[in-house]
Structure formats: structure tokens, C-alpha cells
């Protein structure tokens, strides 16, 4: 046999090899079929969550970068109605106010050798300018439809009344938890945290507090979002991309827009804003992003299964498909979307100065200083600048937490008591939460938000008529009281 013939051979042989091996490890660890949802008769027992969470909707603690613009008595208003809502809650467990935008709940466990855990939630909401254009108003709080309408039903008032809810039923129980358990609420989540839990994460770091793990809000039961699955599947959150605002900047030499230099501020803005729309980062699949794939394929076909429990072979291939779509295409990539442009204040006069806004969501593997390195370049060749729009509100990406901790396996134990239905995969959260602030004394953080949420209920979250239906709220306070026994 001659060299070439036998090159050919041993390649044929790695191929043959290499596509055994792939379909082995497809075949196995596929998940049993899925359970039937909770019957509307077990969803009774968390009844009366709707009439609470409608109570905090309708105090309207919208949060501002400049708290002098805040309505503080609605703040306060929501605080002071607490006890009513969760008598038993507010006899039982320690409350302080920390700060003027920060709750912090202690309930003592019987077993101080066990580590505690923190469930957090915030109760500030972004604004509703539209108000007019809403089906109920965003601040009514109202019952109507199967529904709960209003601002914080989805973001994120609802898991603030059903870990409330959940403890006022445990507690009506005669429940004891055997570790403690926090209750940590901010109060300005949705302009960084920095006055909620930024104050209760540095209090707890001065106490020499060290938590089991944290959870806060982050993926949904994600209805439909995946094709190719058999079934719901929760998306806990075990990472989180960082976050940046980088200015772009071009200057000019004013003047009058009936004499036009060769080139404008605005025009170099605009060149230096098109070429980061062409060209993408390059694509890179993480390690939460190969937890997400390695879980969802347990509920997938044969063929999926091949693509994502042998990425050594099909990464090219999952890259391609993920990049087509702008939700998977942020699994794989730092992105940077333009948001916000700003030029001349007049028609016929020529900017001096072009401004543009890049929203820019760090991969984990990334860095804000690498991407300002690259968005710099990219715009110093159209004569622009890139520079940290808000340097103090930098966020770089999250440590990836491990699906194997006690804290994952509890939030997955605790989906069989209340979406028995749904299946569980880590993920990768692109938008922001408060858990940057607990870090430092957590040995892991996990963002899942307990609702079964279709592409069109996710569009809801700050936008209008944002709501939450009854049953999936009642199966939302079910999931917390599962937890917190389990705990």
C-alpha cells in the first residue's frame, strides 16, 4: 500500500472514529418523558398571592438616577403595608430597613452550622410613559382577563410577594427552617442597586456573613423558546455578562449646513456606528453557554443531542446557527447595540460634536478594558473616540457558578413542586440583575425567576400592559415555599 493510499486510510479511520464516538455520547442521558402540569386544584394552596402582589403594584415606587426626581412616600407607603399583608412574617422574622431603599429579613435557622442562603428580589420598577396606551393602568393593581396588570407583575414585584407569601404560609405551618434564611429586597435595582443591595451585600460582608448561594431574578420557564426541546425548560441562570456604556464620540467644525466640510462630526459618527454594526466580536461558547447546551439536549432529539454534547466536533456548526438570531447571537458574543444618537440641536446647523450611545453586554472571558480597546480602534479609523460612557456603572461579567452546588440542585428540586411539566438547564442571563452586589458573600449565584413565560410574555418586562397570569403567579409562590422546605 502506498504512503498516500495509507494517509487516506487512517484519515478515513479518525473520521469513522471520530463520528462513533460523537453518536455515543448522543445516545445517551436522555431525560424521561414529561409530567403533566399542577392541576388547578393544587395550585389552591397559594391562593391569595394575586390580592398581595396587586397590593404592591399599586404603590408606584418608580426609581430614578436622581432620587430628587423619586416619589419616596410611594416607597415608603409600600414598606408600611407589609405587616398587613404578611402578619405572620412580620411577627416572626427579624426585619431592618437598611438604608432608605433596602429590606433585609433574618429568619433564624435551628442549625447554625448550616450555611444560610439569600433570596432577593426588588420592588422598585422602571416607568410607564405610555400609561394612556395601557389596557389597565400600569399602577392599578387590577384582577381582570386571569390577570394581575401593572408595573413590578413581571419585573419584579411578584417574586418579593410570593417569597413573602410563601413564609407567611410556612410559618402558618408551624415551619422552621433549619438554616437561616435572608430576605434581601432593593429598592433601586433598575438603576443599579447601589442604594438596595449594594448597602444590604455590604452589610452582610461586614457581619462576616458566608451564604450557601443566592438567588435572584434571571431566566424564566422558557415556553417555546427552544424549537428543538420536548418540553418547558427553567433557565437558572449561572452567570451573568458584564455591562458598559461606551460613548462614541467625532468632532467637527460647526458652522452652517449650506457650506459642508468634505467630512461632518455626524457623518464620522456614522461611518464609526456602521462599521461596529458589521463587524461582530468573535463568536465563543462559554462555559454556562456549554452547561446551557449539555442540559437542554437531555430533552431534545438525536440530532440535537449530536450537536451540542460533541462541541469538540460541532462548534462551527452551532456557532452559525446561533448567530443567525439576535437572542442566541448574545449566548456567543459580546455585543454592543447602538441606542442613543445626539447631534446638532437645529436643523441647518452643523454639530461641533456627534454622540453616540453603544449598550454593550460583556461575555464571561471578556473585559470592559478589552472592549474599549476594540470599539477604540474600530472608531479612531473614522476619526472618533470610544470611552466608558458612566465609568462608576461599569459591571464586568460574573463568575460562572457550577450546576453541581447544593444551591442549583435545590432550585431544581423545587421546579417538581411547582412546573413538574418543564425540564432544567443552566444559562447564561444577558440583562443585569442586583446580584452583582452579594458576590462577596456567596459561594454561588443563581438568577431564575419562576414563571412560565412564552417570547410574548418576555416582551412584557418594562413594556405594556405588563402582567402576570394568576395561576402561573400561584405556582411561582409554590416554588418558593418548595425551596425554602427543602432548605
Known sequence: MSTAALALLCAALAVAGALALAALRAAGDRAAPPLPPLA??????????????????????????????????AFEALVAELPRLFPRVHAA???????????LYTWKGEEAALKPVLLNAHFDVVPAEDAAEWRHQPFSGDLAEGCVWGRGTQDIKLTMASILHAAERLLAAGFKPRRTLYFAFGGDEEVGGLRGAAAIGELLARRGVRASFV????GPVADGLFAFA????????????????VALEAAGSGGHASMPPRRTAAGSLARAVAAVEARRGPARICRSVRALLQGVSRYSGFAYRLLFRNLW????????????????????RTTA??????????????????????????LPGDSSAAVLGRLSRAAARFGATALAA??????????????????????RSALGASFPEAGCAPFLLSGGTDTKHYLKVAEAVYRFTPLR?????????HGRDERVEVGNLRRCALFYAALMRSL
Open 313 to 332: 466536533l460541532t462548534a462551527p456548526l452551532v456557532k452559525a446557527a446561533f448567530s443567525a438570531s439576535g437572542s442566541t447571537n448574545s449566548l456567543i
Open 453 to 461: 413565560q412564552t417570547s410574548a410574555d418576555l416582551a412584557g418586562i
Open 93 to 103: 422574622i427579624g426585619l431592618e430597613r437598611v438604608g432608605d431603599r433596602a429590606l
Open 230 to 245: 420536548d418540553r418547558p425548560v427553567a433557565l437558572v441562570g449561572v452567570a451573568e455578562k458584564g455591562y458598559v456604556d
Open 40 to 73: 388547578d386544584s393544587e395550585l389552591a394552596a397559594a391562593a391569595g398571592i394575586e390580592d398581595e402582589l396587586a397590593a404592591l403594584v399599586r404603590h408606584p415606587t418608580v426609581s430614578r438616577y436622581d432620587p430628587a426626581l423619586e416619589d419616596s412616600s
Open 337 to 362: 447595540a447602538p441606542t442613543m444618537l445626539q447631534g446638532s440641536p437645529k436643523e441647518n446647523v452643523l454639530a461641533d460634536k456627534a454622540r453616540a450611545i453603544l449598550n454593550v453586554r460583556i
Open 390 to 411: 458612566h465609568p462608576a456603572a461599569v459591571v464586568e461579567p460574573s463568575p460562572e457558578s457550577p450546576a453541581e452546588h447544593e444551591g442549583y440542585r435545590a432550585i
Open 215 to 218: 438567588l435572584d431574578e434571571g
